[in-house]
């Protein structure tokens, strides 16, 4: 990891650049300035993104719009429940090479800068599955032979309501892949007001490119350049390793805790946030602001947590109240642990 810092002029050119993204996309999804500075963030940090909320709410003309202002190759992906692995991956076909019969590797969709996987949770787990080395390792393994995905490469994910009819709960191996999961919420009544003033119905909201893909992925490495703190990074232990049994109050809601994955996407989360808003060190804020969603889909339940109205973005919200920023103000429970 390279210690050169940024200067002051990187710094507010790269901010102003991310400040133009973002308002960009407050033009194509209105009232959602929160969750699309979130989603900036989370693909700075190089991660793939897990977008829950009901039908209509904006999941797709998100990610369309992600890849029109960042200029990135993009491609869709229905997942449905007759979906087999090799109907995203790609699959050996038979054809003649010199006059041989040859299996030769034809690329699925997921060979592509950005995939949107919309309603990944209504195929099989099997088919959910196949992009747990895409994700991971940025390839895709077929008949022994490796085949690299293009740079930069993201999934953007979205699902309904684990509770609607016809829907899968995605493991946990492939819930870990993501860096966040963000909830979209509806608007109110100015905010649907502003829809109903600049939509027609079945007309798609177009964004002007801001970014090319070598610019977002100049700006990916600056993030590498933000320094973190060494007390910043105690503190991103400590709430990882607070989420585990036993090591805090929050914990006894939880059954099996965040896995060192979270720590380490925290701090790339809070380098990315702090690059976004022109500082060149990581703060406690910048880690705050990420935990929830970070955390909230890494944490597995206890059954009478569920019972009790809880679910991971509380219980996340619980571990930031009880985990001190100062590692000099740690609570008995913590110390013993």
């Given amino acids: 990891m390279t210690t050169e810092t940024l200067t002051e002029k990187d710094l507010k050119m790269t901010s102003e650049k991310l400040a133009q993204v973002r308002r960009e996309l407050n033009q194509v999804l209105f009232g959602q300035e929160a969750l699309i500075d979130q989603v900036v963030i989370c693909l700075l940090a190089r991660g793939h993104l897990l977008l829950e909320g009901l039908p209509g709410l904006g999941k797709t003309e998100l990610v369309r719009a992600l890849s029109q202002v960042l200029g990135l190759e993009s491609k869709r992906i229905q997942f449905t429940p007759d979906l087999l692995p090799g109907d995203i991956t790609g699959n050996p076909m038979l054809q003649d090479v010199d006059g041989e019969r040859k299996f030769i590797f034809q690329p699925g969709p997921l060979f592509s800068q950005l995939v949107l996987a919309d309603e990944i949770n209504r195929a099989s787990p099997k088919t959910q599955s196949a992009l747990l080395e895409a994700m991971q390792e940025h390839r895709v393994t077929s008949m022994g032979e490796r085949h ?49 003033e600049n939509r027609q119905l079945g ?4 964004g002007a490119e801001i970014l090319k893909p070598q610019e ?38 939880i059954k099996y805790g965040a896995s060192p994955r979270a720590a380490i996407g925290l701090a790339a989360a809070g ?31 206890e059954y009478h947590a569920k019972l009790e109205g809880l679910d991971g973005s509380k219980v996340a919200e619980a571990l930031v109240e009880e985990v001190p920023a100062h590692a000099d103000k740690l609570p008995p429970v913590l110390k013993e642990g």
């Fill in 216 to 253: 977002l992925q100049a700006l990916m490495q600056q993030v590498k350049r933000i320094y973190l703190p060494e007390v910043v990074s105690n503190y991103i232990a400590r709430l990882v390793h607070a989420s585990h049994k036993g090591e805090s109050e929050a914990s006894k809601s």
């Fill in 203 to 206: 007309e798609e909201a177009k």
């Fill in 148 to 196: 690299t995905l293009p740079e930069p490469f993201f999934v953007l994910a979205t699902q309904n309501p684990i509770e609607l009819e016809g829907t899968y709960p995605l493991p946990e191996a492939q819930l870990d892949r993501f860096l966040f999961k963000l909830h979209i919420q509806a608007g109110g009544a100015d905010v649907l007001q502003r829809i109903v």
């Fill in 271 to 301: 380098r990315a946030r702090a690059l976004m808003q022109g500082r060149e060190n990581v703060s406690y804020e910048d880690i705050k602001a990420v935990v929830v969603p970070v955390l909230q889909h890494r944490l597995v339940l």
